[in-house]
């Protein structure tokens, strides 16, 4: 089974940045499309960014421009460079494959807290 374990958040003033990361067991990773999500408090759990199996990246309008996604096929690890964080952006963020109907397609992780505040 396959197993998501994200990294790297914390407390941020606006402004600046994280790297989030978020190793994935298995095998065959290579071959999935990877997204992140967040949850904010009192919130649906949406995805910001996705990156195909052959690293075509899209965003969310929210975070498009200051987030990149990014991939090492090697380290079977998906990564969210954030830039520019602001308030809003304070969720917890996960890692998954996103199936094509939407659904995340493995079990969550435990996700990493994002804080961003003065």
């Known amino acids: 089974q396959v197993q998501l374990v994200e990294s790297g958040g914390g407390l941020v003033q606006p402004g600046r940045s994280l790297r989030l990361s978020c190793a994935v067991s298995?095998?065959?990773?290579?071959?999935?499309?990877m997204g992140w999500y967040r949850q904010a408090p009192g919130k649906q759990r949406e995805l910001v960014a996705r990156?195909?199996?052959?690293?075509?990246?899209q965003y969310a309008d929210s975070v498009k421009g200051r987030f990149t996604i990014s991939r090492d096929n090697v380290k079977n690890t998906v990564y969210l460079q954030m830039n520019d964080l602001k308030p809003e952006d304070t969720a917890v963020y996960y890692c998954?494959?996103?199936?094509?109907?939407?659904?995340?397609?493995?079990?969550w992780g435990q996700g990493t807290q994002v804080t961003v505040s003065s």
């Open positions: 998954n494959f996103p199936t094509p109907g939407g659904s995340p397609g493995w079990p």
């Open positions: 298995g095998s065959m990773f290579w071959s999935y499309a």
């Open positions: 990156i195909s199996s052959g690293s075509v990246t």
